[in-house]
């Protein structure tokens, strides 16, 4: 059994966020999988689903995203999880917007969802798969914080859903192949992602980015 987890910020107002990527993964993936109705539990919302390869438990934390592990641990006790069955999905700065990598341990990178995550579990190593939104173009007025808890453009809006589904098909990947095949297979695959015609992105301190609750 794998544990998938979406990151992102409980509400309406953060539904549409570059930040909330993990929890539209997972929605995407509960679709593809045709997963049984999400149900509150473990202060997140879950759902468990039949795959190829092995089934899924589907979790998304209704803590805000630096509070995530307390609603991962509880889950992974619940499940009986290994950290090595867990897959954390999160949006990724560094990434291109719509690239796909996965990545096994290592750090948090100061992504706070991460960190509240390793804190919780006591382990950094299970999987990520990161989801590129890009860091800020050189013209966007605002902090690190701000960027990622605010939507996307038209563009992006458009290449979304494909987005999505390479995330969902990642996963299933995973389920059939293992971790370490699929993202050796799944990074090799993937042609490395064209800047975004926003621009080069602004510098920021880790600071900035902690100075909205719940932001990466």
């Given at each position: 059994?794998?544990?998938?987890?979406?990151?992102?910020?409980?509400?309406?107002?953060?539904?549409?966020?570059?930040?909330?990527?993990?929890?539209?993964?997972?929605?995407?993936?509960?679709?593809?999988?045709?997963?049984?109705?999400?149900?509150?539990?473990?202060?997140?919302?879950?759902?468990?689903?039949?795959?190829?390869?092995?089934?899924?438990?589907?979790?998304?934390?209704?803590?805000?995203?630096?509070?995530?592990?307390?609603?991962?641990?509880?889950?992974?006790?619940?499940?009986?999880?290994?950290?090595?069955?867990?897959?954390?999905?999160?949006?990724?700065?560094?990434?291109?917007?719509?690239?796909?990598?996965?990545?096994?341990?290592?750090?948090?990178?100061?992504?706070?969802?991460?960190?509240?995550?390793?804190?919780?579990?006591?382990?950094?190593?299970?999987?990520?798969?990161?989801?590129?939104?890009?860091?800020?173009?050189?013209?966007?007025?605002?902090?690190?914080?701000?960027?990622?808890?605010?939507?996307?453009?038209?563009?992006?809006?458009?290449?979304?859903?494909?987005?999505?589904?390479?995330?969902?098909?990642?996963?299933?990947?995973?389920?059939?192949?293992?971790?370490?095949?699929?993202?050796?297979a799944r990074n090799t695959r993937q042609k490395?992602?064209?800047?975004?015609?926003?621009?080069?992105?602004?510098?920021?301190?880790?600071?900035?980015?902690?100075?909205?609750?719940?932001?990466?």
């Open positions: 059994m794998l544990l998938v987890v979406g990151l992102g910020n409980p509400g309406k107002e953060y539904a549409s966020h570059r930040h909330n990527v993990g929890f539209m993964a997972v929605d995407a993936l509960a679709d593809e999988v045709r997963a049984e109705a999400f149900r509150e539990k473990f202060s997140g919302h879950y759902a468990k689903a039949s795959a190829p390869g092995e089934p899924l438990v589907l979790l998304k934390p209704m803590t805000y995203m630096n509070e995530s592990g307390r609603c991962v641990q509880p889950a992974m006790a619940f499940f009986k999880i290994e950290p090595s069955r867990l897959i954390v999905i999160h949006d990724e700065l560094d990434l291109p917007f719509g690239s796909v990598r996965l990545k096994f341990g290592g750090g948090h990178a100061g992504h706070n969802g991460l960190r509240s995550i390793m804190s919780c579990v006591g382990s950094g190593d299970f999987g990520r798969i990161r989801v590129g939104v890009g860091r800020p173009p050189s013209t966007f007025r605002g902090q690190v914080a701000d960027y990622v808890l605010s939507g996307f453009d038209a563009l992006e809006r458009e290449a979304l859903a494909d987005c999505l589904k390479q995330t969902a098909q990642s996963v299933l990947e995973v389920a059939t192949r293992g971790f370490n095949a699929a993202m050796n490395p992602g064209k800047q975004s015609p926003k621009g080069e992105a602004a510098e920021a301190t880790d600071a900035a980015s902690k100075s909205r609750p719940g932001s990466d």
